[in-house]
Nanobody
Framework: QVQLVESGGGLVQAGGSLRLSCGAS????????MGWFRQAPGKDRQFVAQ????????YYADSVKGRFTISRDNAKNTVYLQMNSLKPEDTAVYYC??????????????????WGQGTQVTVSS
């Protein structure tokens, strides 16, 4: 099993910034993908960003390109999501997720096996 714990959410004004963290513990894999998703009330869970741990390849949803940056700290088994120029439409619960053996881009939540509990991000106008 893999345990994921997100932190860093909160309330911020439009144009502001937040940095989310997701620490992973438990079972390890030789290669895997870590993704960030978000879910607003009444909407489906939506892909935000992904990083492949072995290659460092990064992928972003079009809606966050140029504003969000995903990064990792190998020593801490932690992935970060730096969110700048936040907009009210970024308001959602943000989740991190792990796909073991991930070498490509995975935008579908069903591609991921392990999920954190989520952290709320609220952007006021």
């Amino acid at each position: 099993q893999v345990q994921l714990v997100e932190s860093g959410g909160g309330l911020v004004q439009a144009g502001g910034s937040l940095r989310l963290s997701c620490g992973a513990s438990g079972r390890t894999f030789s290669s895997y993908a870590m993704g960030w998703f978000r879910q607003a009330p009444g909407k489906d869970r939506q892909f935000v960003a992904q990083i492949n741990w072995s290659s460092g390849s990064k992928y972003y949803a079009d809606s966050v390109k140029g504003r969000f940056t995903i990064s990792r700290d190998n020593a801490k088994n932690t992935v970060y999501l730096q969110m700048n120029s936040l907009k009210p439409e970024d308001t959602a619960v943000y989740y991190c997720a792990v796909r073991p053996g991930g070498l490509w881009m995975y935008r579908d939540p069903r591609d991921y096996d392990y999920w954190g509990q989520g952290t709320q991000v609220t952007v006021s106008s």
